[in-house]
């Protein structure tokens, strides 16, 4: 692992956190984790502001436009004129689709940030659980730990990541620019499996895991990423890894694939 971050522009310390596998540069001014950052902010699946690709993104941020994901959506029309290869059609596009992304789902906006371990379904999740930006980053360990699929490394960097202070300034930005961040909490789900969180791992011989997920959610299962001293239960199919020996360790109700057709068909 390199200890310096290789941007020659950086060279800021380069660590790994204890049980993961990647290596980060911790430097909060790195050009690459800006680039990084801003590309997932406006890509798909996050706040989707078509037009604003990679090109863009590294020519803005060169330019000075942008030093954070929240100044997108201070762009003006003018300044993205003056841009190199910048006509009308494309600037007016751009600032359209800006507009429209102030008006994406909360959960799009939280996964958009990019926090550490917080894909798109676990920051649907959090949406739907707190409602509001404001008491997400408001939750203490304990209430996020409480959610279903959140474990305690996901809880942590949720945690820490709304107690950074560059985290706040972006937050405020994108507040004071009209950001949406609320959105109506979803209904208690219902079905025969609600209020059961339910984690899948290893290869299943009669479908996909997505397909033994999709199935047990549609019967009111909550599908958690990683196992919890909250997951109600665990499915083992071929090549289990580590999860396997984390339910053991809480004593989590353990299901084999023949185990969990018999469920879905019985509960039909």
């Not at 000075?64 to 009308?88: I, S, W, Y």
């Not at 620019?177 to 009669?206: D, I, K």
Request: glycine letters at 10%; a neutral charge; hydrophobic letters at 40%.
């Amino acid at each position: 692992m390199p200890r310096r971050c290789p941007d020659p522009a950086c060279g800021g310390e380069v660590v790994r956190p204890e049980g993961e596998a990647m290596s980060y540069c911790v430097n909060p001014s790195c050009p690459a984790q800006a680039f990084r950052w801003l590309t997932h902010f406006v890509g798909r699946g996050a706040m989707d502001i078509e037009g604003l690709g990679e090109q863009w993104a590294a020519v803005l941020l060169e330019r000075g436009l942008v030093k954070d994901p929240a100044d997108v959506f201070f762009l003006t029309r003018e300044q993205l004129l003056e841009l190199e290869r910048m006509g009308p059609v494309l600037a007016d596009k751009i600032v359209a689709n800006i507009e429209a992304a102030k008006k994406r789902p909360l959960s799009r906006l939280l996964f958009a940030l990019g926090i550490r371990h917080v894909g798109s379904e676990i920051a649907d999740t959090l949406a739907n659980e707190f409602g509001s930006l404001d008491a997400i980053a408001g939750a203490g360990r304990e209430a996020l730990e409480g959610v279903p699929a959140v474990g305690p490394k996901i809880a942590e960097r949720v945690y820490g990541y709304f107690r950074g202070e560059r985290q706040r300034r972006v937050i405020e930005k994108l507040r004071r620019a009209g950001v949406r961040m609320e959105q109506e909490r979803a209904a208690p789900t219902e079905g025969p499996l609600a209020g059961q969180t339910f984690v899948v791992t290893g290869t299943l011989a009669s479908m996909a895991r997505s397909e033994a997920e999709a199935r047990l959610k549609a019967l009111g299962a909550s599908i958690g990423n990683s196992v919890t001293k909250k997951t109600t239960c665990l499915v083992v199919g071929e090549g289990p890894g580590s999860k396997l020996q984390k339910a053991q360790e809480y004593g989590t109700k353990l299901m084999d694939e023949q185990e969990l057709l018999r469920l879905l068909e019985s509960t039909k």
